[in-house]
């Protein structure tokens, strides 16, 4: 009957948005990791206190049909560092413009097995 295919094709979409949705998040979450370790490695700043390095951190967060993944400076002087000082000391930007190839090609990867999976009614 063709209400119970557009159920089950309605069933197999959802299932299917689920899984890429869950592969694209886990992907995120380990490159916005080596994000945060890179940032830190590289921040050009001189180290008073170890705090703004120490507080730079990767996230990957779902939000409605988004998934945002990025970078963030958790002190208070953060944007200071990132947009003073004729932003000799920023770290975020330049992460983040290092690693849009490899968060691209890392979504890409996520996804490139999709069609090896099988939902069951």
């Not at 209400?3 to 979450?29: C, E, F, H, N, Y």
């Not at 590289?42 to 993944?69: V, Y």
């Amino acid at each position: 009957m063709l209400i119970l295919d557009i159920i089950s094709m309605v069933r197999t979409l959802t299932a299917l948005k689920q899984a890429a949705r869950g592969r694209m998040t886990a992907a995120g979450a380990a490159v916005s990791g080596e994000m945060e370790q890179y940032a830190k490695q590289a921040a050009p700043w001189q180290d008073r206190t170890g705090n703004a390095r120490r507080t730079l951190t990767g996230f990957c967060q779902g939000e409605g049909d988004s998934i945002h993944i990025g970078l963030a400076g958790q002190m208070p002087y953060s944007p200071n560092l990132e947009l003073g000082f004729g932003r000799r000391f920023a770290v975020l930007t330049p992460t983040a413009e290092a690693f849009a190839p490899v968060i691209m090609e890392r979504l890409r990867s996520a996804l490139a097995g999709m069609d090896e999976i099988r939902i069951e009614d």
